[in-house]
């Protein structure tokens, strides 16, 4: 396991990872986004206060956290899965970009349950 840790540490500074069989356990210093959360807590919302930025991405910055994993993204039906599009292609929510050091992976147990989207825009570590 620890292997494949290593890689996908390696090719996540390249590019948004997904990975097939690890589970979010494995991940230290990782915001985990749950495929099944809501378009709105996903994403930075206007509401009459101004900009609102969702709970996962404060934390991200406040806790000097390096990586977002999206977990069990084959768990939801792949048009639901077009929600993490602008994540993964361009490392935005909302047009807010993130830095630059910041780590996609994507994990998953069926990589047939996965969008050719969502594929097309990972190195895919199986």
Do not use: H, R
Request: proline share 3%; net charge neutral; hydrophobic share 40%.
């Amino acid at each position: 396991m620890k292997e494949i840790l290593n890689k996908i540490n390696q090719l996540s500074t390249i590019s948004p990872v997904l990975v097939t069989d690890v589970t979010k356990e494995y991940f230290e210093n990782a915001e985990i986004l749950p495929a099944e959360i809501s378009s709105k807590d996903l994403g930075i919302v206007n509401t009459s206060k101004g900009l609102k930025a969702p709970k996962w991405f404060v934390n991200l910055l406040k806790n000097d956290i390096n990586t977002v994993v999206i977990d069990k993204i084959d768990e939801i039906d792949m048009e639901s899965q077009e929600k993490f599009y602008e994540l993964l292609k361009y490392k935005t929510i909302s047009n807010i970009e993130f830095y630059k050091e910041i780590k996609i992976v994507v994990l998953c147990k069926d990589l047939n349950k996965v969008s050719p989207n969502i594929t097309s825009l990972c190195q895919i570590i199986k």
